[in-house]
């Protein structure tokens, strides 16, 4: 006689698995990073002056990974790094 199977019961996330991802990346746009008072301080610390450029308006709504190869190398991966590091911290 076959007995019925069940699925295994679905269980709540714990503490004890992983962590969310971050809630900010190099792929949230910049205006949603200047938007966000934590995320304003990282972008303020690593690209100084970036809301006062001319072109500042047709960039703000694409990520700083989508606008590097636009950036005449002025965006490096160093300097990406360091921002994504920074973000990563914000919870």
Do not use: C, N, W
Not at 11 to 27: E, G, N, R, V, Y
Not at 61 to 84: E, F
Request: aromatic share 4%.
């Amino acid at each position: 006689m076959a007995s019925a199977q069940t699925a295994p019961a679905q269980t709540a996330p714990t503490a004890a698995q992983p962590a969310a991802a971050a809630k900010f990346s190099l792929d949230t746009a910049i205006q949603d990073l200047y938007a966000d008072k934590d995320a304003k301080a990282v972008m303020d610390k690593h690209l100084p002056g970036l809301t006062a450029l001319p072109q500042y308006e047709m960039i703000k709504a694409i990520s700083l990974r989508q606008l590097q190869p636009y950036s005449d190398g002025k965006l490096t991966d160093a300097m990406l790094a360091g921002v994504d590091a920074d973000l990563a911290k914000i919870k």
